[in-house]
Structures are given as structure tokens and as C-alpha cells.
């Protein structure tokens, strides 16, 4: 696997990319975005465009499928949905597949400016309902190029338990293990649906304190969409969470399946981070109880 360091991609490789590949689009201005990603760089291309760029060999496979699925998608959506306008290939300077996109208006939900998170919500589960309406019989199913997103959950049983041991000092390991083994007893039978895969609070853009944008669809895919419903542990609280359950008309089972889904992703962060970052701890440690406490 080819890993470049981070600080390797930056607006002067993003320029040099559109430069020899997109010269119609070298004379405009490029400057990373503000808390630019993870999985993959962003920076403004002038005004109206941004170039994203893969961090990583196992964020690229995405590209591909984003911009064919994007196009077909993004129309049938109640928000605003990224439109890719053209994809970059590799080069000497540049080992993966990259994109241009249309730049989207708005803050990150977590920069703030959410007026009612109920409201807000409430507009997310409509979101998902739509994208879930959209024919999907011919989507790609979960595998490596979405962290197995839209899957079983016993995919990371192993990684699960091992977490669960590495903070059984600080959680109530018995209820975590009771929550993993309630989810993993049921799976989706139904017909399968897409799903985003990584809906987060960074993939949420706001204008006037209301939901305007999704972004960042490359964990997409379909399946089971209990992996979307994570957020409801994660970001939501009390009312808002209960705005959440209201909007989408699934059965304790696929709720069960979220929650496991939260308490995956929030055990990992919490147990990666114990030694780098006690804020990002802290936080995944509130998550934890949080998900914990409605056993």
C-alpha cells in the first residue's frame, strides 16, 4: 500500500495537479479548506470549485465510485449533495485518482450555528429517507472501499471485543458486551437500501441554523442501513434524538444495529486516542456512556 505523508499533499501539489492536467483552471487561486478532512484533503479552487485529494491508498478507491454514482444521485436528493465536474488522474508527483467538485455553501455542524437540533434532526432523517427511496439494485454492496459500511457488524466483532477489554477499567464492560450481543444476534432482511455510510457531524453543512448539505459520500453503498443511525448516539441528545427515532420507520432491531454501529466507532476512537489526544478520549468516553446509559 502507498501512504504518502499528509503534510505532503497541500495547495502546492493541488495546484501543480490542476496546472498539468486542468489548465483551463490554473490561473484561479488555490488555498486548503478550512479543517480540510481527513480521508481527504480539500482546497478551494477559486470561488465556486474544490479539488479533493485522497490522503490515503484506501480513501482512493473511492473516487471512482463517487463520481459515477454522485451524478445519478445527487439530483433525487432534498439537499445539496456534492456534483463532481472532473476527475484527475495519477501522475509522477501524485499516485491516485482525484476530483473536482462544485463548492458548497455552508458551516460544518461542528463549527456550530444550529438553531434547533430537533429541527435539524428531523431534516437529517428526511434526508435519509429519500436517499433510501432511490432503486438500489444495482449499488455496490459493502466491502473494503466503505469499511464493510451497510454490513454485518460481526465484521468487526473481533476489533470490538478487544476494545471493549482495552478499557474495562473505565466502561461497564458487561453492558457494552450486552448491547454488541443483542445487535450482532439480528441483520437486515429486508431489501437492501443505500446508505451514506459516514454520516458525522463534519459531513453536515448549516446555512441560517438549518440543515442545507450532506457531503462526503465516499462510504457509500447499500445494505443494511443501520450504520446511518449511529448519529443518534453520537451527535444527537434526548429531544433531538427522539426527533431522529420519529423521522425514520425502522424496528428496534435496526436501532439496536446503530447503536452497535456508535459503540464500534467510539470505542476504537476512544482506545486510539488514549495515550495521543485525552481531549478526543474524553469526548469518545461521553459517547460511550452515553450509548451505554439507555441499556
Given at each position: 500500500m502507498i501512504n504518502l505523508k499528509r503534510n505532503y499533499i497541500n495547495a502546492a501539489l493541488a495546484r501543480s495537479l490542476i496546472?498539468?492536467?486542468?489548465?483551463?483552471?490554473?490561473?484561479?487561486?488555490?488555498?486548503?479548506?478550512?479543517?480540510?478532512?481527513?480521508?481527504?484533503?480539500?482546497?478551494?479552487?477559486?470561488?465556486?470549485?474544490?479539488?479533493?485529494?485522497?490522503?490515503?491508498?484506501?480513501?482512493?478507491?473511492?473516487?471512482?465510485?463517487?463520481?459515477?454514482?454522485?451524478?445519478?444521485?445527487?439530483?433525487?436528493?432534498?439537499?445539496?449533495?456534492?456534483?463532481?465536474?472532473?476527475?484527475?488522474?495519477?501522475?509522477?508527483?501524485?499516485?491516485?485518482?482525484?476530483?473536482?467538485?462544485?463548492?458548497?455553501?455552508?458551516?460544518?455542524?461542528?463549527?456550530?450555528?444550529?438553531?434547533?437540533?430537533?429541527?435539524?434532526?428531523?431534516?437529517?432523517?428526511?434526508?435519509?429517507?429519500?436517499?433510501?427511496?432511490?432503486?438500489?439494485?444495482?449499488?455496490?454492496?459493502?466491502?473494503?472501499?466503505?469499511?464493510?459500511?451497510?454490513?454485518n457488524l460481526k465484521v468487526y466483532e473481533l476489533e470490538t471485543k478487544q476494545a471493549i477489554s482495552g478499557l474495562s477499567s473505565e466502561i461497564d464492560v458487561l453492558k457494552a458486551e450486552r448491547i454488541w450481543n443483542k445487535a450482532i444476534s439480528s441483520s437486515w432482511s429486508k431489501k437492501t437500501l443505500w446508505i451514506h455510510g459516514d454520516i458525522a457531524p463534519g459531513n453536515f453543512l448549516a446555512k441560517e441554523g438549518r440543515l442545507s448539505a450532506v457531503i462526503d459520500f465516499g462510504s457509500l453503498g447499500i445494505g443494511d442501513p443501520a450504520c446511518d443511525l449511529a448519529i443518534a448516539w453520537t451527535f444527537f441528545k434526548k429531544e433531538s434524538r427522539e426527533a431522529f427515532y420519529r423521522s425514520l420507520p425502522f424496528d428496534e432491531a435496526t436501532w439496536m444495529r446503530g447503536r452497535a454501529w456508535a459503540l464500534w466507532k467510539t470505542l476504537i476512537d476512544c482506545n486510539e486516542s488514549k495515550k495521543e489526544n485525552r481531549q478526543i478520549k474524553e469526548e469518545s468516553k461521553e459517547i460511550i456512556n452515553e450509548i451505554l446509559s439507555g441499556e
Open positions: 496546472r498539468s492536467q486542468f489548465p483551463e483552471w490554473k490561473g484561479l487561486n488555490v488555498r486548503e479548506v478550512e479543517g480540510c478532512g481527513w480521508d481527504n484533503k480539500t482546497f478551494h479552487l477559486g470561488e465556486y470549485m474544490s479539488i479533493r485529494l485522497p490522503s490515503s491508498e484506501e480513501y482512493s478507491s473511492q473516487v471512482g465510485k463517487e463520481h459515477f454514482w454522485l451524478n445519478k444521485l445527487a439530483p433525487l436528493l432534498p439537499l445539496s449533495a456534492p456534483s463532481p465536474l472532473a476527475l484527475g488522474e495519477p501522475d509522477e508527483n501524485y499516485p491516485w485518482y482525484w476530483s473536482v467538485y462544485e463548492w458548497i455553501e455552508g458551516k460544518t455542524a461542528l463549527t456550530g450555528g444550529i438553531v434547533d437540533l430537533s429541527q435539524f434532526a428531523t431534516d437529517l432523517g428526511n434526508f435519509l429517507l429519500c436517499l433510501q427511496a432511490i432503486e438500489s439494485k444495482e449499488g455496490p454492496g459493502a466491502g473494503k472501499h466503505n469499511f464493510y459500511r451497510g454490513g
